[in-house]
């Protein structure tokens, strides 16, 4: 069944930074936008903070899986909305993607529930080691890949530990960062990966495409029954295995 994807960008620095401009002309979430949709299982749709494509109640609820890149407004995102994403994800099972800056994110703090705090320095050599080749999200990753200049972002990270921890980078300054992990917060998924910075060709790189898509696949909801919010439990579960 397809999966249907919304790719959510503040779009801010696509509009006026030049480097940004030049390595993603029509922004970054039309950029992610066009190599996912190479897969005919995915539809993939986008939002942005000021439109024309906002992400509505009626998108938003029909959504799968959504991505999150946000980095110098995360302040003007309306808590009313982190507050149906957080439930779109702990009840309905929407799984949910930040990606880079994204640690700071409302969505991600509501729903990690953790500050985010890093260590931040400036572009070095990135080396993404695979942790968990075996993980689903790490399908098709060999055992390490390296970015040529990625912005260097640094532990300790302020999260909690992660239920998987995928990929784990070195940057040649020194630094290491746990840059792929998981958790699972009620009936979703959260996927964060660190490469993403907006003046950097990372979205371009195969790897982090192949990442960003097999962590889609794994985010999507499962096809398993919510829970019923019954408490106490007024009925018998050997009386109904009975019937
Ligand atoms: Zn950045």
């Known amino acids: 069944m397809a999966i249907k994807v919304t790719v959510w960008n503040e779009g801010r620095h696509d509009k006026t930074n030049d480097a940004v401009k030049a390595l993603y002309p029509n922004g970054m979430h039309n950029f992610i936008k066009d190599f996912l949709s190479t897969d005919e299982n995915l539809i993939v749709r986008t939002a942005t903070l000021d439109g024309p494509d906002l992400l509505t109640d009626e998108l938003l609820n029909d959504t799968d899986v959504l991505l999150w890149w946000g980095h110098m407004a995360h302040h003007l995102v309306p808590d009313e909305l982190v507050e149906k994403i957080r439930i779109r994800v702990m009840v309905d099972k929407m799984g949910f993607i930040p990606l880079h800056s994204a640690h700071k994110s409302k969505p991600f703090q509501a729903i990690v529930g953790s500050t985010g705090d890093l260590v931040w320095s400036d572009n070095r050599m990135e080396i993404v080691w695979n942790l968990l080749p075996s993980h689903p ?7 390490y890949f390296h970015l040529e200049k990625e912005e260097v972002y640094g532990e300790p990270f302020m999260i909690p530990q992660p239920d998987e921890l995928v990929f784990t980078s070195w940057f040649d300054d020194g630094h290491i960062f746990r840059s792929g992990l998981c958790y699972y917060r009620g009936m979703g998924k959260v996927f964060y990966f660190q490469p993403g910075h ?25 096809n398993t029954p919510v829970p019923r919010p019954t408490c106490p439990r007024v009925y018998s579960i050997v009386e109904e295995l009975k019937k």
Not at 199 to 216: C, D, G, L, M, S
């Open 137 to 143: 999200i790490a399908e098709g990753i060999p055992e």
């Open 198 to 222: 907006e003046t950097n060709p990372i979205f371009h790189n195969e790897y982090v495409q192949k990442i960003i898509r097999n962590a889609i696949y794994w985010a999507a909801p499962a």
